[in-house]
Nanobody, 129 residues
């Protein structure tokens, strides 16, 4: 069973930065065969798409609300996906979830929660004003 473990969250002030990590373990396929993504869920709100990276890292995509401030990347040697978050705002406060999907397609960024079969437990990011 594939496992995803997020880390790097915390309490920060507005304008600061964080690097979130998601380590994938117990995988039985080539890690580059996975499309990966980050979602977030604020209290009382639905889980929303933040960023995704396609199989083979051919493409990345980011939601409009974070474009220019967040950057998704992956290190295949470490089977880890990162989310660099800069210029944090109080509205970014949420639990951030890592997600993975085994896919044969390398030319697409999956942005729906239903696209992903594997999920981590989440890491809390709290931004104070």
């Amino acid at each position: 069973q594939v496992q995803l473990l997020e880390s790097g969250g915390g309490l920060v002030q507005a304008g600061e930065s964080l690097t979130l990590s998601c380590e994938v373990s117990r995988w039985t396929f080539d890690f580059t065969s996975f499309a990966m993504a980050w979602f977030r869920q604020a209290p009382g709100k639905e889980r929303e798409f933040v960023a995704a990276i396609s199989r083979g890292s051919t493409y990345t995509c980011h939601s409009d609300s974070v474009k220019g401030r967040y950057t998704i990347s992956r290190d295949s040697a470490k089977t880890t996906v990162y989310l660099q978050v800069d210029s944090l705002e109080p509205e970014d406060t949420a639990v951030y979830y890592c997600a993975g999907a085994l896919t044969p397609y390398s030319g697409y960024c999956y942005q729906r929660t239903s696209d992903y079969a594997y999920w981590g437990q989440g890491t809390q990011v709290t931004v104070s004003s």
